[in-house]
């Protein structure tokens, strides 16, 4: 069950197990961000042998996460894939009470969740090679609130629409424009 045609809504839990896996997740992540690519563009991005994506890109394919693309291979022995979706998202609150699903979710949200810092943390390295004016806008922050349950939900509405304003006006082909990554988290802390 898709949204729209740019978003996946995950309820399956093999699917989500499935893209819970590392490299799958950043093959995924390569395809949104670059457009098509080769397999053997892809190991080289990610740094595995090409049995091994070839075999990575085939389980993300069986749970319709890409397709290929075959209009871009130069023969019949090159394959090229394309994410199928701008987008995959699911809900927890749909899964508590059905343990499977509950499991493979959390298990989806952790390896997210490493991806996110793993990726910070090549930024961080990276920093101090960067023109300044980009470092300029970088930030990260925490914010602690009290909110009730329906307040909760109306900052996550906002926060998808703060979202989609942004990505409606990112061109990366617009001279200067540069990937950006905004993360954001809310969710009812400890007592």
């Known amino acids: 069950m898709s949204e729209d045609d740019s978003t996946l809504h995950l309820t399956d839990p093999r699917a989500m197990r499935a893209l819970a896996h590392p490299t799958r997740l950043r093959l995924l992540g390569e395809l ?10 892809l190991s080289e991005l990610v740094d595995e042998a090409v049995g091994s994506v070839s075999y990575h890109l085939g389980k993300l394919a069986e749970h319709g996460f890409i397709r290929e693309a075959p209009e871009h291979a130069r023969n019949r022995r090159e394959r ?3 994410a199928a ?3 995959t998202n699911w809900e927890p ?4 009470h059905d343990p499977e699903r509950k499991l493979a979710s959390d298990l989806l949200r952790r390896a997210a969740f490493q991806r996110y810092v793993e990726r910070f943390q090549a930024y961080l390295d990276s920093e101090a090679t960067l023109d300044p004016e980009w470092v300029r806008g970088t930030t990260s922050s925490d914010q602690i609130m009290h909110l009730t349950p329906d307040e909760l939900l109306e900052l996550r509405g906002e926060l998808a629409e703060l979202g989609a304003r942004w990505r409606a006006r990112s061109d990366p082909d617009r001279p200067g424009a540069r990937t950006v990554t905004l993360i954001w988290q809310a969710y009812r802390g400890p007592q």
């Open 80 to 82: 090229w894939w394309r």
């Open 93 to 96: 609150v749909e899964v508590l």
């Open 32 to 41: 949104r961000v670059r457009g098509p690519q080769s397999v053997g563009m």
């Open 85 to 87: 979706h701008d987008r």
